[in-house]
């Protein structure tokens, strides 16, 4: 299958600071990309979709300017979490799919820890 | 909202086939169902997916019952490596932009040797 890739796997930060998390196709062109988020013993939640070129659309209850998500080429898309904060401590992963995928692929995650 | 339900939890012996069963009672015409598992700490891997007739690929069958209402998920031999959490998804079939995967509980798969 079609390979994408995160990085970094892991990230600690200090409370109030900002991290990104960059999410790459690397054999496919992603037209869209999607970021979740998932929390200890939960499932996977949708925060936001992103196409290229184009402005995220953003689930219910997460705030677009906390979490900004940037897709400017079509391998590539960036999380920004800005002032994290323990509570945005989590697991976060991308998946991209392209016009020729029946499927999405998925990154390998990213653990953040907000300390 | 998922639109699947499935058992939250089942072990199965190492070597054994899994049958890992799912119910999707209002899947629509146009639906496909997909499945996914995803290892501990890890993103969640493409397994399968099918329309209306059974599909199989070099990880695992799948069964769709003939109303659409139900489908099973066949892992033929497991292994230790299987142990994950598996998820049934219903959805149109990822072409258009703006298709989403809307992840449920899932079953936790235990292989025990």
């Not at chain 1, 054999?27 to 869209?32: G, I, L, P, S």
């Not at chain 1, 300017?65 to 590539?76: E, G, P, R, V």
């Not at chain 2, 329309?51 to 892992?75: F, G």
């Not at chain 2, 072409?95 to 809307?102: D, P, S």
Request: net charge positive; with cysteine; aromatic share 8%.
């Amino acid at each position: 299958g079609a390979v994408v890739s995160q990085h970094p796997s892991w990230v600690i930060c200090k409370s109030g600071t900002s991290v990104k998390i960059e999410c790459r196709s690397l054999d496919f062109q992603a037209t869209t990309m999607f970021w979740y988020r998932q929390f200890p013993k939960q499932s996977l939640m949708l925060m936001a979709t992103s196409n290229e070129g184009s402005k995220a659309t953003y689930e219910q209850g997460v705030e677009k300017d906390k979490f900004l998500i940037n897709h400017a080429s079509l391998t590539l898309s960036t999380l920004t979490v800005t002032s994290a904060h323990p509570e945005d401590s989590s697991f976060y992963i991308c998946s991209a799919t392209g016009h020729a995928n029946t499927e999405a692929f998925f990154g390998q995650g990213t653990r953040l820890t907000v300390v | 909202d998922a639109k699947t339900t499935q058992p939250t939890s089942m072990d199965c012996a190492e070597g054994r086939a899994a049958n890992l069963p799912c119910n999707h009672s209002t899947i629509s015409g146009n639906e496909y169902v997909y499945w996914y598992r995803q290892i501990h700490s890890q993103g969640p891997q493409y397994i399968i997916h099918g329309l209306k007739n059974n599909e199989t690929n070099e990880m695992a069958s799948l069964i769709i019952t003939e109303d659409r209402k139900s489908s099973t998920l066949i892992l033929p031999h497991a292994t230790l490596r299987d142990t994950a959490v598996y998820y049934c998804i219903v959805r149109p079939l990822i072409k258009a932009a703006g298709n989403k995967l809307t992840f449920g509980g899932g079953t936790r798969v235990l292989v025990k040797p």
